[in-house]
């Protein structure tokens, strides 16, 4: 649905061409605004934590050959 | 209008128009915040270059696509226009609380909050600081960054954010059209390698992976322990290489070693190519050593880290190895990554550690990234292309000889070609050095000495910011004048603002 909103969409449509990487940036948004509004609790560490744990993970993951890249 | 003036007006007014749009996007902070007396100054700040590009556009609609020389000469003049506009935020909101209409209910600021903002309703410091910002430079002419309003703390990070990227590529990735010059220009602003083989597909890709590290480093930061506002911003200057803060003292303000270690993966993430970025996010983690620049990232950040630290730890400035590597090496990655970030008063250190801190600010981080400087590329052609040319001597005439750069082949023109470039930009570098200096050294105070002076002028045209000392709102306007055609020759690598300079003053092209 956010690939027919304009700039974001043309956004969404470019970079590594990847599914995970797609939704991490869309999810970018909503995991600061969560940040800066619900304060440092259990919660949004762990959704900080989870946002730098998936990104890096998947980069090397993706890096050694374990995914593939490809968007279907 | 001549053909050359139309068609630098027309992409001029391109340029305004879509520039416009920032401090209009602003306001929202200013409401979020609570500043309500800044919205009328922001959405005039945003208006005026709107209308401003919206009659250039109209009027030089027919204008020829540009050429090489239009393309310089855009993103010269661009630059300093754009920095131009991006004064009035600054100019309006420091008028707004000073003259206090009733009806906008402005704070009534005192003591250094007073004076901090006080010093924008000097056109000269909002131009400083806004050249200061868009080139992602980071030396200020505030006193103190946390007695701002919220919403030009917001203004500051954001232009080093666009900046670090790139106005162009801003203009080209929301405005441009295949086909319609946008490869001149981007090859104008300081960029030469594509992603894509569409410079617009490539430019979108950029900003793609530009916002994915963005909301990166900002949980990185907030998970070091930085307060949300405060990650924000870092995060968005940092990986800018800008090196903005909201703090009065910089990183230095929050003595923090998680801080200081957190930022190193965002200021090293400013510091690789762009294209570099989208083949590992692509799976190809091999050019972390692969890739000639990457490589030699990492390669002069770990050989000045040791180099400073055992400086540091000779002369005894700090204790220990453990603060002299939290120092030393958050300083030297800050200073060749152009962060600028200061998690310590550099000012005070021996004159050699100050000067391998130049020789970073000097040479920079990598080509295709945010980072400013000569960029590693050209010192690796120069010294590749020096020892080519040695050994050339002892080799017959007729012999058939290759020069390899960064796994490309080149013959003896291209390589020659090469060369010349990185030399020619070296050569202007190291003059107008040089030149800043001279001027400086005419009209700062006695008590700053001579390595303090190179330090700073190194610092402004490497679009570093790292301080001695010597930048502020009380300097000379002889100084604030030198400052800022540094910044500006820095950000676009001095030949495109020569050129238009040249065609200016000759009026042969215009």
Redesign the interface.
Known sequence: MLDRVP?VG?????????RV?DA??AA??V??AA??LL?RGIVT?AL??G??AV?ALY??A????LVD?RRQ | MSETRATVGRDLGRMLEAFGALPTVSAVVALAWGEFYAVPALLLSGAIPYLVGRGLVRRCADAPDPGKLHGMMIAAFGWFTVALFGMLPFLLIAWTVHLDPGFLGAPDLQGRAASTLGAFRNPLNGLFESMSGFTGTGLTMTDDESALPHVLQWWRTFSEWIGGVGVIVLTTAVLARPGSGSLTLYESEARSERIHPSVVSTVRTIWWIFLLFTFLSICILWLAGMPAWDAINHAMTGLATGGFSVTDNSIATYDSAAIEYALWPVMILGSIAFPIHYLMLRGDLRNVYADLQTRWVFGSFALGTVALVAMLVANGTYDGVAAALRYGGFQFVSAMSCTGFQSAPVGDWSAMAQLTLSGGMVVGAAAGSTAGGVKLIRLLTLLKGTAYRIRGVFYPASAVRRFRLDGRVLTDAEASQEFEEAAIVAFLWALFLALGAGVLLAVVPESYTLENVVFEIASTQGNVGLSTGITGPDMSPVAKATFLFNMWIGRLEIIPVLVALRALLTREAT
């Open positions: 700039i043309d956004l969404l449509d470019a970079g590594a061409d990847d990487f991490l940036l970018g948004p995991v600061v940040l800066a304060g560490t900080a934590a946002y730098v990104f980069a090397v993706k890096g050694v050959g890249y």
